[in-house]
């Protein structure tokens, strides 16, 4: 409302919890407007092999170590999941890290996603938030190509890329409003795009007092990609 909530007023407005056998589940909504329709963005505390979606994007940065550390935080978590896929493309080099590449890996059942899309951050030393913008904008027209409707995301940079939430939030959104944007004005159907409209993002976190701050940054990213 004018861009202002007191956190209270706005967690009552906005947020409910679901329970399920696993975990708590806590859903925040908002809406923005997207290719002359809405895409719905949603905020979730959530473990992100349990986030049902039709795709989860992760990213990953290419300055690795020795010790292969990279795998840390959510991309860790779906590497396990998935019985070490991500970490045996990186043996092979079919994935690099370079920024704005984007793999896309299908999860047979393994997590509750139906696919993993990967993208990469370049390196975690030259991180900004206009990289990670990019990055967002190139996973979510990766996520389209897929015949996605609906995408999962980590907030690119805030955690191990130190970015502060709130811009790592507002960049997320940023890029993918406008990676999902698509002028069809001069296209005819024959020429026409044949991706998904992306109608849902879910913003996925593990750190709860993160929500707040993401959806500041989330209204940000909005206001100025439209």
Known sequence: RNGRW??????KEHVRYEDDIDHCRLRIICIVKNNGGHMKITYEHADITKVKTNAVIIGLFSNLDKKRTWVGG?????????????????????????????????????????????????????????????????????AKRAKCDEVASIVHGSGAGGLAPELAAQCLVEGTILGAYEFKGLKSKENEDNGNEIVQLTIIDMELKKLAQFKHGAEKGRIIAE
């Open 74 to 142: 959510a991309a860790a978590v779906v590497d396990k999941a998935l019985d070490g896929i991500i970490s045996a493309m990186l043996e092979s080099k079919e994935l690099t890290g370079k920024a704005e590449q984007v793999k896309v890996i299908p999860t047979y059942g393994k997590i509750s996603a139906e696919k993993v899309i990967i993208v990469g951050l370049g390196k975690k030393d030259e991180l900004t938030g206009s990289v990670c913008r990019n990055a967002a904008a190139a996973a979510v027209k990766a």
């Open 6 to 11: 007191t956190c209270s007023a706005w967690f």
